[in-house]
């Protein structure tokens, strides 16, 4: 019974970080700056020019933390690692190229590129962890 509630928040977590990548890609303005439930410390380092390009990668760290975390617990094989990895960088490739049809926005495939090493070290955060977890019992 935990596993199916936990399976249902995480699956809630999933879908929400899927929506607001969705919704923040697909702005006309790229810069974070101005959006009411954003902290400062937030915009301020996502909209520099330094971090821009990699800047995709967060949020796809987040969300290759959470399924990575779920596919621990469920003990999923690697061929489940790999379509979950897949998803995610199916979710950074439908927001690139919702940003062809903003005019203010272009389709850049670095940030595909760095979407999918956000997934993959949210993947591998997951694994370092049980490793030390399973190394200090």
């Known amino acids: ?23 923040l890609s697909w702005r006309s303005d790229p810069n974070l700056k101005g959006l009411p439930f954003m902290p400062l410390w937030i915009y301020s380092w996502a909209d520099t020019y330094r971090f821009s390009a990699i800047r995709t990668a967060v949020p796809f760290l987040g969300l290759g933390t959470i399924i990575g975390f779920w596919l621990l617990i469920r003990k999923a094989s690697f061929f489940q690692f790999v379509m979950a990895w897949a998803i995610l960088i199916g979710v950074v490739t439908v927001a690139e190229l919702g940003q062809y049809f903003i005019p203010s926005r272009d389709v850049d495939l670095k940030d595909i590129f760095w979407g999918g090493i956000g997934g993959f070290s949210g993947f591998a955060v997951n694994y370092v962890l049980l490793k030390l977890l399973r190394l200090f019992r």
């Not at 596993?3 to 928040?9: A, P, V």
Request: aromatic content about 8%; hydrophobic content about 60%.
């Open 1 to 23: 019974m935990k596993q199916i509630k936990s399976g249902y928040l995480i699956g809630v977590l999933f879908i929400l970080g899927i929506l607001l990548i969705l919704g």
